[in-house]
């Protein structure tokens, strides 16, 4: 059998497809920081119509198509109400503080998923001795919940709750496309309900580079001058534009795909012994375990594994992620499988001594 790497780190790691290559090749480019690349207008239109919003922007990430949202949403001095692991939150330097001079308030969900009750008195009163709330983002699905879903009637509700109140509403909608594929929620069924929506063609979709925002045409207009101050300002960036718009046509649906080897993943991890990980917790292309602590830490796990070709990722010290992604199919998922049950078996049977607690790095 002619197996593919075994590399469930992320589904940021898959290579582009001989077509998506073709369809770069093919591209008509022009200077974007002119709005003259069609291959960028072309897909800038296809994610407005995709996510029934008047008007979207290319950027060149996740992070900074969130960030450049965040700055758009609020004025200095606000604060923002998020889920407390979520990317924005967690894994983006505290960019918010930095870029948009807000301040986070960090609201602990359950894998991700906030239920609306919690947003009760969140709202900061009209005083001279507070931050004035502004902007709530949600992730969906969740990165650090372990591809969780936050469920569309949650999400409606919040929403609502925030537009009552006054405040704008965020989309990071990374691996948005996982939920509507999961769900058969169509996208602009979850977007209609955010002021702004980002979503990532690097994951799932397969695309080498890139991510994109959507919203109003003002808002997306005022989005527009702050990615060029940040640096995101391209040129023939239609080069890269075309392999997003390539995923977008042909790499959506073929997510289920990754939802079931998945699934199939977890349930064979799931039979072994001193691994905690419940199956409902698998609702798309991303699984979190926890491994008893007489296995020794993840990150002993994961060099194991490494060792023997199987690539994971510690994200906390006793938790394993790993993702499914258009670069390992099934056969990948059954061999990987084998690999893991020899190692966490040679692990029970020799524990490491004197085994120290080691920090944990993710994206
Ligand atoms: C990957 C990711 C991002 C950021 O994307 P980059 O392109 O890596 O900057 C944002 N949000 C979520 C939920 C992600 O998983």
């Not at 093919?26 to 002119?34: E, R």
């Not at 900074?64 to 983006?92: F, K, W």
């Not at 955010?194 to 799932?204: Q, T």
């Not at 992604?325 to 966490?344: C, F, K, N």
Request: hydrophobic residues 40%; contains cysteine.
């Amino acid at each position: 059998m002619n197996l593919r790497p075994l590399d469930f780190r992320s589904d940021t790691l898959t290579q582009p497809t001989a077509a998506m290559k073709e369809a770069i090749l093919a591209a008509p480019l022009g200077d974007d920081v002119f709005s003259e690349d069609p291959t960028i207008q072309a897909l800038q239109q296809r994610v407005a119509d995709l996510l029934g919003k008047e008007a979207a922007l290319f950027v060149p990430s996740g992070t900074m198509s969130n960030q450049i949202a965040i700055r758009a949403a609020t004025s200095p001095g606000d604060e923002v109400l998020c889920e407390a692991e979520c990317h924005i939150h967690y894994y983006e330097q505290g960019a918010p503080a930095q870029l948009s001079g807000v301040a986070m308030r960090p609201i602990q969900g359950e894998r991700g998923v906030l239920q609306p009750e919690q947003l009760i008195g969140m709202i900061r009163p009209s005083d001279d001795h507070f931050a004035q709330t502004r902007l709530i983002c949600l992730e969906n699905t969740h990165n650090r919940g372990g591809g969780r879903i936050q469920p569309l009637d949650s999400v409606a509700g919040i929403c609502e709750w925030a537009h009552e109140h006054g405040l704008l509403t965020h989309l990071d909608g990374a691996r948005l496309m996982n939920a509507v594929v999961a769900t058969g929620v169509a996208a602009d069924q979850w977007s209609r309900h955010f002021d702004s929506v980002s979503i990532c063609f690097s994951k799932g979709l397969g695309a080498p580079v890139g991510s994109a925002l959507a919203g109003s045409r003002e808002f997306i207009r005022r989005c527009r001058r702050h990615r060029k101050v940040l640096g995101g300002g391209m040129r023939q960036g239609g080069i890269i534009a075309a392999a997003a718009l390539y995923a977008i046509e042909h790499h959506v649906e073929r997510l289920a795909e990754d939802h079931q080897n998945a699934k199939r993943l977890a349930r064979a991890i799931s039979g072994f012994k001193g691994v905690a990980l419940s199956l409902d917790d698998v609702q798309t292309n991303m699984i979190v375990f926890e491994i008893s602590p007489s296995l020794g830490p993840a990150l002993e796990l994961v060099a194991a594994l490494r060792e023997r070709g199987v690539k994971m990722l510690a994200i906390g010290p006793q938790q394993v992620r790993a993702v499914t992604h258009l670069d390992v199919g099934r056969d990948e998922v059954d061999a990987a499988v084998e690999i893991i049950g020899e190692t966490l078996a040679e692990l029970t049977a020799a524990p490491a001594q004197g085994r120290k607690a080691l920090s944990v790095g993710e994206e």
